[in-house]
């Protein structure tokens, strides 16, 4: 059954920043190895190594302990991130994604007048996510 997310919870860092997240989009690939050898009619293939990421959208805030305070000094560093799609207690219904992404870019301002101020990134995963559902 389809669900409406409402009260997904993020910390980066081990600091919430759900309150200024708009969207939020992990995303997980693999690499495709080829293992077709003589007498194959068609191509084989194998999973590689695992490859994700990390995208929010954030409504800036330049408050201390929220979203441009936690990020700029974490710019080239690997952190922690932990989301859970509704809310922060852990069940099969609402599983915990954890894992580290390296704070490649931040967009430190993007504004037009008369606009609310956002700060979009994507982040790479450093290894693989971790889900737990207790």
Do not use: C, W
């Amino acid at each position: 059954m389809a669900q409406v997310i409402t009260n997904a919870s993020v910390t980066i860092n081990a600091i919430d920043l759900s309150s200024y997240i708009q969207k939020v989009t992990l995303k997980t690939s693999v690499a495709e190895l080829e293992t077709t050898t003589f007498g194959n009619t068609g191509k084989r293939r194998v999973g590689g190594l695992k490859d994700s990421s990390a995208s929010f959208d954030f409504f800036q805030d330049f408050s201390a302990s929220t979203v441009e305070a936690t990020l700029y000094p974490l710019i080239g560093s690997t952190v922690a991130v932990v989301v859970k799609p509704a809310g922060t207690t852990v069940s099969t219904s609402n599983p915990s994604y954890t894992f580290n992404v390296l704070i490649k870019e931040h967009s430190i301002l993007d504004a037009k007048v008369g606009d609310l101020t956002m700060n979009s990134v994507s982040f790479p995963v450093d290894g693989t996510i971790t889900k737990a559902v207790v």
